[in-house]
């Protein structure tokens, strides 16, 4: 990891005591919502060249590309994370790491997956993020990120540490500024829970 922030220490230690019950809830492709797969899957279908999976928590989206035929590694802040990734997947490369790290080359990715993995960050320390992004993904590279729509900024009580809502505009700008050009994006409603969105962006 390229630094050690309040921040990450925080949600590092957050996911790290829920790690088990979280891999449990959420760990399995199967439980994860059809429109998420399709998304994803035809995403990862026009990427050309390695996917960084950032925030791949159990490591069940790493292990979809990878399925799909896709170079694929996952990188997570949490070890608890990553040693069972490691574990349940073993033909697939984790590490501890974040998007900030130094061993990321610069523009060696073909694309990045950040699913629901930069809801936590600040409305500070998000376009350093998306800036990090941007450098490890080589020109024309793909970005597909998911989050929950609302409120710019604003920060709400998620069960494991606060997280931040943002709009597809919001989002968009943030994304132009570190250098993307968005694609396309998407954004739904469900009964009884946070209203979702995700945005895919080429690298310009």
Same mark, same amino acid.
């Given at each position: 990891?390229?630094?050690?922030? &309040?921040?990450?220490?925080?949600?590092?230690? @957050?996911? =790290?005591?829920?790690?088990?019950?979280?891999?449990?809830?959420? &760990?399995?492709?199967?439980?994860?919502?059809?429109?998420?797969?399709?998304?994803?899957?035809?995403?990862?279908?026009? /990427?050309?060249?390695?996917?960084?999976? !950032?925030?791949?928590?159990?490591?069940?989206?790493?292990?979809?590309?990878?399925?799909? @035929? =896709?170079?694929?590694? +996952?990188?997570?802040?949490?070890?608890?994370?990553?040693? +069972?990734?490691?574990?349940?997947?073993?033909?697939?490369?984790?590490?501890?790491?974040?998007?900030?790290?130094?061993?990321?080359?610069? @523009?060696?990715?073909?694309?990045?997956?950040?699913?629901?993995?930069?809801?936590?960050?600040?409305?500070?320390?998000?376009?350093?993020?998306?800036?990090?992004?941007?450098?490890?993904?080589?020109?024309?590279?793909?970005?597909?990120?998911?989050?929950?729509?609302?409120?710019? +900024?604003?920060?709400?009580?998620?069960?494991?540490?606060?997280?931040?809502?943002?709009?597809?505009?919001?989002?968009?700008?943030?994304?132009?500024? !570190? @250098?993307?050009? /968005?694609?396309?994006?998407?954004?739904?409603?469900?009964?009884?829970?946070?209203?979702?969105?995700?945005?895919?962006?080429?690298?310009?």
């Amino acid at each position: 990891m390229a630094d050690d922030s &309040g921040s990450d220490t925080r949600i590092r230690d @957050g996911y =790290a005591a829920r790690a088990c019950e979280y891999t449990e809830l959420f &760990g399995d492709i199967g439980q994860m919502d059809d429109v998420d797969r399709e998304r994803i899957g035809r995403w990862a279908d026009g /990427v050309d060249g390695r996917i960084l999976d !950032a925030g791949c928590g159990p490591g069940h989206w790493t292990a979809f590309l990878a399925d799909r @035929g =896709a170079d694929a590694e +996952g990188i997570d802040l949490v070890p608890e994370f990553v040693a +069972g990734a490691s574990a349940r997947f073993p033909q697939i490369p984790y590490r501890v790491a974040s998007l900030t790290d130094a061993a990321i080359s610069a @523009g060696s990715l073909g694309g990045v997956l950040a699913w629901y993995s930069l809801i936590h960050a600040s409305p500070d320390e998000l376009p350093l993020l998306l800036t990090a992004a941007r450098r490890s993904i080589r020109d024309g590279g793909r970005l597909l990120i998911g989050f929950f729509d609302g409120p710019d +900024g604003e920060p709400f009580p998620h069960a494991v540490t606060t997280a931040h809502y943002w709009s597809v505009d919001g989002m968009s700008t943030l994304l132009e500024r !570190a @250098g993307f050009s /968005v694609i396309d994006s998407d954004a739904r409603a469900q009964d009884g829970r946070r209203p979702h969105a995700s945005i895919s962006a080429v690298a310009v």
